[in-house]
Structure formats: structure tokens, C-alpha cells
């Protein structure tokens, strides 16, 4: 066996290459200069500055305000000149009057705060659901703690979370992984009202799709759908903390219809009801039993996005669930309702 030879994989330098090689240069540090000026003149590079943000106009702003101030100077003149009446009239009506005013003030400051809790603490929910993805993608320990001592906050009045809230507090603390933390606060605080959700969820679905197939008139059914879920918006919105109120209710009510527009709705065929409930049963369905089962469905769909929409944290650990999971339920149903 032949023993290996390192070979040079270039040529060797000839006297004309070494000739052409430069020497080292020194230089006198008492004599050097040092170029103070910025990195962007030195190297005369153009900067380019981006215009500033075109602001809001203001004349919106002041055309609102001007006119909500006019608004309430009429109505207090209307409130002083009725009083005024009472009072030439009658001195107790006077009084009578002046008391009511003061309590309908009082009572329109309370809503309103009212209205503004409510709107933050579903700005709240919207902010942790966003902060949540963030640590679940790689957040620290520290992000971690603080989302879960908040949902703690939130649910420290809520005597059916007593027990999941030690049990989420024991575990935690053993933690050091901010993605953990938030895994566990979903296994125990979120799943115990998944569940209850899911049950409301259902039995608005069943009363949907009951209402519809009985119902003489499509009138009644687009009232009594759009009855149900808001009603079903709101009730899931307070499982998870939200507790809207008159104006927060219909902004949540429009987060969750643009939800359901960006997510996609619910489009079943003939075929998918065939699917769900077998072919001989959805042969023999009336029209109106086949629309109370698309109704339910749909209903169905608007407590999904409640869900979505009004949870603290984003489905992450736990299933969310889909539309499919409330089929088998309202197939019992139009079960009972065929005929056959």
C-alpha cells in the first residue's frame, strides 16, 4: 500500500510574483488625522426620510364634538325650562321634578361608565388573546406570569374556578417556561368553560332548528335567529369575562359577524345533510325541517365565533370545536321530528 503525498493544489510563486508583492507601510501616529464626520457624509450615501403620517382631520372631531355639545345644552335648557313650569305651578311639583332630574343624570352616568368597563374589559380579553399567541410562540417566563396572574384577576370571583385556579396556581409555579404557563391556564380555566359554551351553544342550536321547522312564517324564523344569537353572543361573551352591556353588545355582536365574514359561513347542501343524518332520512325531510337543521347549524357556526371572538386565550391546547361537533345533536332532533 502506497503511502499518501500532499501536493500543493497551486503553482509556485515565480520571481515576477514576488516582486509585485508590497511590503508592509508604516505610518506616524503624529502625523495621522481622524475623519470625525457621520458614517452617511463619509460615505455620501442620500438619505431618504419617509413623509409623516398623514393625520387625522380635525374637522371631524370638531363637527362631533360641537354638535354633542349643542345637544346637551338643549336638553338641559328643556330640563331648566320644564322645572321652571313646575315650579311657577307648583312648588312641591318643582321639587318633584328637580329630584327626577338629578336621579335620570345620575342613572345616565352610571350607564355610561358602565358601557366603558364593558367595552374595556372586552378590549382586554382581545389584547390577552393577542399577548397569549405571542408567548405561545416563544415567549418568557416572565410574559407567561404575568397573562396568567391576569387571568387570575379576572376569574378570582368566580366560585365554580376556585378549585382549576389552585390547581392552575400549584402548577405554575414549577413552571419556567412561558409557553407551559399558558398551556396550563388553557387545560384548567378554559376548558371547564369550553364546555359550558358548548352546552350553550347546543341548546340555542336546538331551539333554532325547532322554531324553524314549526314556524308558519320565514319572517319569524329571521327574527327569532337573530333573537337567539345575539342572546347567545352575550351569554358567551359573559362565561369568559366579557359581560357586555347595550352599546358593548352590539360592537361584539358586529366583531363576531365580521369574524364570521373574514372565517368564512356556513353553506350546506343537500348532500351534507345526507351525510349527517343518512340517505333515507334526509329523502324523507321536509323543506321546512331541512331549513330548521341549516338554521341550527348556523347558529351553531355564530357560537364558534362567540367563542373565538370573546376568549381570553386562543384555541392552542384544546380543540376548537367546528361545526360537525353539534351535528349528531341536531340530527336527534329532526329525527324526532320526522314524521315516519
Known amino acids: ?30 502625523t495621522a488625522t481622524v475623519d470625525m464626520a457621520p458614517p452617511e457624509q ?37 330640563a331648566e325650562r320644564l322645572i321652571s313650569d313646575l315650579f311657577a305651578r307648583y312648588e312641591w311639583l318643582g321639587w318633584a321634578g328637580l329630584g327626577l332630574t338629578i336621579v335620570f343624570v345620575v342613572a345616565i352616568a352610571a350607564l355610561l361608565i358602565r358601557e366603558f368597563l364593558a367595552l374595556r374589559r372586552l378590549a382586554n380579553l382581545e389584547t390577552w ?52 404557563m399558558i398551556a396550563s391556564a388553557e387545560r384548567h380555566l378554559m376548558a371547564p368553560l369550553d364546555v359550558r359554551a358548548r352546552a350553550l351553544t347546543t341548546a340555542a342550536s336546538r331551539r333554532v332548528a325547532l322554531v324553524t321547522a314549526v314556524s308558519p312564517r320565514a ?19 359573559t362565561l369568559y369575562g366579557g359581560r357586555p352591556g347595550l352599546f358593548s353588545g352590539w360592537k361584539l355582536g358586529g366583531a363576531v359577524l365580521s369574524h364570521l365574514a373574514i372565517t368564512g359561513g356556513v353553506a350546506l347542501g343537500d348532500s351534507v345533510i345526507q351525510q349527517l343524518l343518512g340517505q333515507g332520512l334526509a329523502a324523507r325531510l321536509s323543506a321546512r325541517l331541512g331549513e330548521g337543521l341549516v338554521n341550527g347549524l348556523m ?19 384544546l380543540k376548537q370545536p367546528q361545526v360537525m361537533d353539534f351535528a349528531i345533536d341536531l340530527g336527534k332532533v329532526a329525527r324526532q321530528q320526522d314524521p315516519d
Open 129 to 180: 388573546r393577542q399577548e397569549a399567541a405571542l408567548v405561545q410562540a416563544g415567549g418568557s417566563r416572565a410574559d407567561g406570569q404575568r397573562l396568567v396572574a391576569r387571568l387570575q384577576t379576572l376569574y378570582q370571583s368566580r366560585p365554580d374556578l376556585a378549585q382549576p385556579r389552585r390547581t392552575l396556581d400549584l402548577e405554575v409555579g414549577n413552571q419556567f417556561d412561558g409557553p407551559e
Open 1 to 30: 500500500m502506497r503511502e499518501p503525498v500532499a501536493r500543493a493544489t497551486t503553482a509556485k510563486p515565480t520571481a515576477k510574483d514576488k516582486a509585485a508583492e508590497r511590503t508592509p507601510r508604516a505610518f506616524d501616529p503624529a
Open 219 to 237: 319572517l319569524v324564523d329571521l327574527l327569532f335567529v337573530a333573537y337567539e344569537s345575539l342572546k347567545l353572543i352575550r351569554a358567551i361573551a
Open 42 to 78: 463619509a460615505l455620501e450615501v442620500p438619505l431618504t426620510v419617509s413623509p409623516p403620517a398623514k393625520r387625522k382631520s380635525w374637522w371631524g372631531r370638531l363637527a362631533l364634538a360641537a354638535g354633542g355639545l349643542l345637544v346637551s345644552l338643549g336638553l338641559a335648557l328643556a
Open 299 to 317: 347558529t351553531a357556526r355564530v357560537g364558534i365565533a362567540a367563542m373565538q371572538v370573546t376568549r381570553p386565550l386562543p384555541f392552542h391546547t
